[in-house]
């Protein structure tokens, strides 16, 4: 079925289809949630610090013994296990977000790690790897305290477990968010079952235009059959927030 800006039949011009192909793929992305390609995201971590005093339940600020690397414009610590947003860090005092005061007494020479801001473009972690160790991404279930021994996913940031060592080499691997425009002059970067849904929808538009039913019905049940395919691929997964990333396979 050829389709270009010169084709005479009525909705088969090149920017009909283009914006049955954008409808198409929205069709999908909200029936399935089915993310894109693969995407990595090199970085190396910083040296945890320590508190240098001992803050108490309700205090918006807290002091630390080193800030070597941390963004002084703000993101994320956790103090002693507990995220907490900050909003600039001065002098070694670090401001927390107004949201984000002490819960609880601190005591000097408390563990605190900086949280490592994920892609923007990430819909779903994989796996990471650090120094070359693998390790999966699993269900720790809910709890306020972020586990020590595990890497987790906190809000827009990843966490790692106390390191010492800021000589520690990570890649994450994760699932890119969809996109659902399409042009003549753009590729999108799908899974092969989006592709196809999307191709045999536009396939049976044409031949409905063209009054061919027969072929209509059969690239629509075509399109059924990508779509439950998609479905049945993702219907074991877990949004949970409450995921991280453990030692193995």
């Known amino acids: 079925m050829a389709v270009d800006s010169a084709n005479p039949v009525p909705g088969l011009e090149q920017t009909q289809m283009e914006k049955w192909a954008n409808r198409f793929s929205k069709i999908f992305l909200e029936k399935t949630r089915l993310k894109s390609q693969d995407g990595t995201y090199s970085f190396r971590t910083v ?6 005093a001992a803050p108490s ?3 918006g600020t807290v002091s630390i013994t080193s800030a070597t690397g941390y963004p002084t414009g703000g993101g994320l610590i956790l103090i002693d296990g507990i995220p907490h947003i900050y909003d600039s860090i001065s002098s070694l005092t670090v401001t927390l977000n107004s949201s984000y005061a002490l819960d609880r007494d601190y005591s000097s020479g408390d563990t605190v790690q900086l949280g490592y801001v994920i ?6 972690a994989r796996s990471l790897f650090v120094s070359g160790v693998g390790h999966r991404y699993a269900k720790y279930g809910v709890s306020e305290k972020i586990p020590a021994r595990f890497f987790s996913i906190f809000s827009t940031y990843l966490l790692l477990p106390p390191a010492p060592s800021a ?3 990570s890649v994450l691997h994760y699932y890119k968010k969809a996109t659902n ?11 092969q079952m989006w592709d196809a849904y999307v191709i045999y929808r536009l396939a049976a538009r044409g031949h409905r235009v063209m009054y061919d039913s027969d072929k209509a019905i059969e690239y629509e049940q075509l399109a059924r059959e990508m779509l439950d395919g998609a479905r049945q691929q993702i219907a074991t997964e877990d949004d949970s927030v409450h995921r991280a990333f453990v030692p193995g396979w």
């Open 47 to 52: 040296a945890d610090t320590t508190l240098s």
């Open 57 to 59: 339940s309700g205090d």
């Open 167 to 169: 000589d520690q080499d």
């Open 181 to 191: 425009t399409l042009s003549s002059s753009s590729a999108m970067e799908i899974y």
């Open 119 to 124: 892609p923007t473009d990430m819909a779903k």
